[in-house]
């Protein structure tokens, strides 16, 4: 599975790392802001350097986007990946204030697009939910990755 991640900070190095080291799956892209970050962390474990988010949207390869880019980003990231039709996973929160209505404004994004979207935070929440566990255990969504990086 190719990834792709938008965010080259603290959190971005927990992902990318945890992506890097599974056998099935490749960092095939990193999107930061600031593209010094972006580079030292392709130097390190390999990719590319995505100059902009366009980029991503348009590789046929990357199957996943992976959203840890400052909280202000996570709606208008994972609306781009929706409409590319790439699975997500976000980290939390997403975004700082839930009566600007986005929250909303993305459900129903998610509604309408046929893309894997998830929202989690990679510490408190090591778990999988209970209708997740039913959903993977009829196949609604393919087999499920736990990486835990504790």
Request: glycine share 10%.
């Given at each position: 599975?190719?990834f ?7 959190a971005?190095?927990?992902h990318?790392?945890?992506i890097?080291?599974?056998p099935d799956?490749?960092l095939?892209h ?6 010094s970050?972006s580079r ?5 474990l ?5 100059e902009?988010?366009?980029e ?9 986007v992976?959203?840890a880019?400052?909280t ?7 609306r781009g990946?929706?409409r590319?039709?790439k ?6 929160p997403i ?7 986005h929250a ?9 697009c046929?893309a894997c ?5 990679m510490?408190?929440?090591?778990t ?14 393919g087999e499920?990755?736990?990486?835990d990086d504790?």
């Open positions: 599975m190719q792709a991640l938008f965010g080259a900070g603290r971005g190095w927990v990318a790392r945890n890097a080291s599974h799956a490749e095939s990193v999107y930061d802001v600031d593209g970050a030292r962390m392709v130097a390190a390999g990719g590319k350097v995505a902009t988010p366009e991503i949207w348009a590789a046929g390869a990357v199957d996943a992976l959203v880019s400052s202000n980003t996570h709606i208008d990231v994972m990946a929706m590319a039709g699975a997500i996973y976000c980290e939390k975004d700082l204030d839930l009566r600007k209505g909303y404004s993305l459900g129903q994004w998610v509604l309408r046929t979207s998830r929202t989690k935070d510490r408190r929440v090591p999988i939910s209970e209708e997740d566990h039913d959903a993977s255990n009829c196949g609604s969504f499920p990755w736990l990486i504790w």
